[in-house]
């Protein structure tokens, strides 16, 4: 994901993303490690989380492409096939 924010974040893709881990200190260690540079933020309760029952998260990672209007379009896309779509 980190890849394809710098590449394409000049052109308009943001990425938020949202860590259901419980532990605050192991979250910062592997932002710090991924050297992630997008909005992040943490929903400490683990599977519990507020933030995963809404949308359904059932697995994790779990991800959902949205267009300009803030309608989901994908699910769970990776590499190549997040790129394309």
Known sequence: MVKLYNKYKSKG?????????????????????????????????????????????NAIPASFLLNKNGEVIATDLEGKELEKK
């Open 13 to 57: 893709f943001e990425v938020f993303e949202v860590s259901i881990d419980s532990k605050k200190k192991d979250w910062l260690q592997a932002v710090v490690a991924d050297k992630i540079n997008f909005t992040q933020v943490i929903d400490n309760v683990g599977w519990n989380a507020k933030t995963a029952r809404i949308y359904g998260v």
